[in-house]
């Protein structure tokens, strides 16, 4: 009954790794632009709203041109959150201790999802938009 009443969730977490002597680095460059132009369209859906953990604020999209901001209280951390159009979320943040990016994906449908081809729709578009 509380599916019905607020839909089904899915979590699916995933992993990039960066491997060589430039894998930090490309790693710092993803986050870099993460941070500083997070309004990116996925998988043809909009993220309207941002939580940027290190910068302790969460931002919404008004229109095109206008961005607004409130402080958040968390600790800081290389964490951005992106909330999409659908009400899909996207949490990114690169490993303490590997080599690699980790990628976790919300999604909500008022339909039990059959399996995870959304999520990995997604995961998809993030990669390529971000041309990882």
Same mark, same amino acid.
């Not at 930090?24 to 632009?33: F, H």
């Not at 996925?42 to 961005?67: F, Q, R």
């Given at each position: 009954? $509380?599916?019905? #009443?607020?839909?089904?969730? @899915? ?12 894998? @930090?680095? &490309? ?17 043809? !859906? ?22 607004? %901001?409130?402080?958040?209280? $968390?600790? &800081? ?6 909330? $999409? ?7 990114? #943040? ?14 909500? %449908? ?11 729709? !997604?995961? @998809?578009?993030? &990669?390529?938009? $971000? &041309?990882?």
């Amino acid at each position: 009954n $509380l599916c019905k #009443r607020f839909g089904y969730h @899915q979590d699916i977490a995933y992993s990039l790794e960066f491997f060589g002597s430039e894998g @930090q680095e &490309k790693m710092n460059n993803l986050m870099k632009i993460l941070h500083n132009n997070p309004f990116i369209t996925i998988n043809g !859906l909009k993220v309207v709203a941002v939580d940027d953990i290190e910068a302790s604020t969460h931002y919404v999209k008004i229109d095109e041109e206008n961005v607004s %901001s409130n402080p958040i209280n $968390l600790p &800081k951390s290389n964490v951005v959150k992106l909330y $999409l159009e659908d009400d899909s979320t996207v949490t990114i #943040r690169p490993s303490g201790t590997e080599p690699k990016v980790k990628f976790y994906i919300g999604t909500t %449908s008022k339909v039990k999802p059959l399996d995870d081809a959304f999520p990995k729709a !997604l995961y @998809q578009s993030i &990669k390529e938009t $971000l &041309k990882l």
